[in-house]
């Protein structure tokens, strides 16, 4: 993956496939995206750490198409909302960050970020078992 340098002034040029009304989670998560300092951080990383700074999870990236065959990236993104999770799609390009909240997202791919969900939450919860294990034998 191609290391890019992009101002997080830019994040907020975009546009985006979105309801008119969207949670506070996915406003907070675009605010830090938009605050990030991408001088020396490629577009991912940016997502990355404006996920965790809104207490979500980068869930996968994969790559997506575009109807002239022209291939992106496109990040995955799981916001907690209270008792349930928003799934935001970003994506980047020289215009700058582009957002699909989940009513805008194709069915097979939301499945696919709610079992990544699951596995995550599997993974955390058996890291809290372990953890405490590891450290009485030592």
């Not at 909240?101 to 993974?123: G, N, Q, Y």
């Amino acid at each position: 993956m191609a290391q890019e340098n992009l101002a997080g002034i830019e994040a907020g040029n975009g546009k985006d496939k979105r309801e008119d009304s969207f949670s506070l989670p996915q406003l907070d998560f675009e605010m830090a995206l938009d605050m990030a300092d991408g001088d020396t951080a490629s577009w991912i990383d940016l997502v990355r750490h404006a996920a965790e700074t809104s207490g979500g999870d980068l869930l996968f990236v994969l790559p997506s198409f575009s109807g002239d065959g022209e291939a992106t990236e496109k990040a995955m993104v799981r916001l907690p909302d209270g008792e349930e999770d928003v799934l935001i799609a970003v994506s980047h390009d020289d215009d700058g960050f582009h957002y699909e909240a989940e009513a805008a997202i194709d069915e097979e791919l939301k499945d696919f970020a709610h079992a990544s969900i699951d596995v995550l939450r599997r993974m955390q919860s058996d890291a809290q078992i372990v953890t405490p294990l590891a450290e009485t034998e030592n």
